[in-house]
């Protein structure tokens, strides 16, 4: 079991930058996909971004060239970094692991999970 913690979230203003990230405490996940996920009340997980292991990265159309994925020096950690936030961006984010070969896009195939950050983008 991995378990995901996720910080960072909060209320910005429209134009404003956030920086979340996700730890795995104890862990070393350079060698898995890493990914953000973000979901809203009554819709389904939207994919943000994703960071395989050779630091290939991939973004959901609506965050690319806003959002920048990143992993850290210490290898349990994976940023996400928020600019020109806008008041769609609001969601629930979410950090997760892949730990096999699988298309990184859609949300079941992911192993593991974390709780959650609020993000907030007020107009």
């Known amino acids: 079991q991995v378990e995901l913690v996720e910080s960072g979230g909060g209320l910005v203003q429209a134009g404003g930058s956030l920086t979340l990230s996700c730890v795995a405490p104890?862990?070393?996940?350079?060698?898995?996909?890493m990914s953000w996920f973000r979901q809203v009340p009554g819709k389904e997980r939207e994919f943000v971004a994703a960071?395989?292991?050779?630091?290939?990265?991939s973004y959901g159309e609506s965050v690319k060239d806003r959002f920048t994925i990143s992993r850290g020096n210490a290898k349990m950690t994976v940023f996400l970094q928020m600019n020109d936030l806008k008041p769609e961006d609001t969601a629930v984010y979410y950090c997760?692991?892949?730990?096999?070969?699988?298309?990184?896009?859609?949300?079941?195939?992911?192993?593991?999970w974390g709780q959650g950050t609020q993000v907030t983008v007020s107009s």
């Open positions: 104890g862990r070393t996940v350079s060698n898995y996909y």
């Open positions: 960071v395989a292991w050779n630091n290939i990265t």
């Open positions: 997760a692991a892949l730990v096999r070969l699988a298309p990184v896009k859609r949300p079941g195939n992911y192993d593991y």
